[in-house]
């Protein structure tokens, strides 16, 4: 489903943003360190050294308790033209409000919504942190490059996020090439229809594992959160390692 690209191929303003730098974390969300957006999704530094960052993913709600799924560009270096939730990315390293384990990456996602999909009425009160969870997606690689160092993917300490909000947006065609309020039970069919509606690891993993949980009781989000850390999938040759 994900798209093999050679990085001259790459959008321009994407690579620009591989530049980012985002926090290095340990499996107990510790910062131990930073690198760029580049080197912290690459598979051969996943594989190799474990690495592992910060990032968060954002689930916003309507009044009809409706969730507003967005489908990634196809200009997106990892898992383009996949489908997600509302938001997703990473608190970043040089900006000293974001490196906070809780507020930090609230006030990332604050951020990041605006860049994604032109939302500016979340506030930092709007947002219920939800719980933590460690995976692992593989993207693609292009098949020019030498072993595996052009391989995409993920190995991230994800903040899970609930907004339940009616909002205005104008999604960002670099970022969002398309959007939708779809309701409980229309996404439980579509998540058996993986040829059709392809999705992000993380979400199947979300939407699988906690969401319908978070979904039947949405007015009592401020009770449902937890400290954990969930751990669902590794890089290969890591699992069980700490």
Not at 30 to 42: F, R
Not at 106 to 111: L, N, S
Request: glycine share 4%; with cysteine; hydrophobic share 35%.
């Amino acid at each position: 489903m994900t798209q093999i690209r050679k990085l001259t191929q790459l959008c321009p303003i994407q690579t620009a943003l591989l530049k980012e730098k985002v926090m290095l974390v340990d499996r107990s969300d510790n910062i131990i360190g930073s690198a760029s957006k580049e080197e912290a999704h690459l598979m051969s530094n996943i594989t190799k050294t474990g690495m592992l960052h910060r990032a968060f993913s954002l689930f916003l709600f309507n009044s009809d308790n409706k969730l507003l799924m967005q489908r990634r560009s196809p200009q997106k270096i990892t898992f383009p033209n996949l489908y997600t939730n509302t938001c997703c990315s990473h608190p970043l390293f040089t900006i000293p409000l974001e490196t906070d384990p809780v507020t930090g990456t609230k006030h990332a996602a604050i951020r990041r919504v605006k860049d994604e999909l032109g939302i500016t009425d979340i506030s930092f009160e709007d947002i219920h942190f939800m719980t933590r969870i460690v995976y692992f997606g593989a993207s693609g690689a292009s098949d020019t490059c030498e072993e595996d160092a052009c391989t995409w993917g993920e190995h991230e300490l994800d903040h899970v996020l609930i907004v339940r909000k009616d909002v205005e947006f104008v999604p960002n065609e670099n970022e969002v090439s398309e959007t939708r309020y779809i309701g409980r039970e229309e996404l439980a069919g579509l998540l058996e229809d993986e040829e059709n509606f392809p999705v992000t690891p993380w979400f199947r993993i979300i939407a699988t594992s906690m969401l319908t949980h978070w979904w039947d009781q949405i007015d009592r989000l401020h009770q449902l959160g937890d400290d954990k850390i969930h751990e669902f999938s590794f890089p290969p040759g890591l699992k069980g390692e700490v």
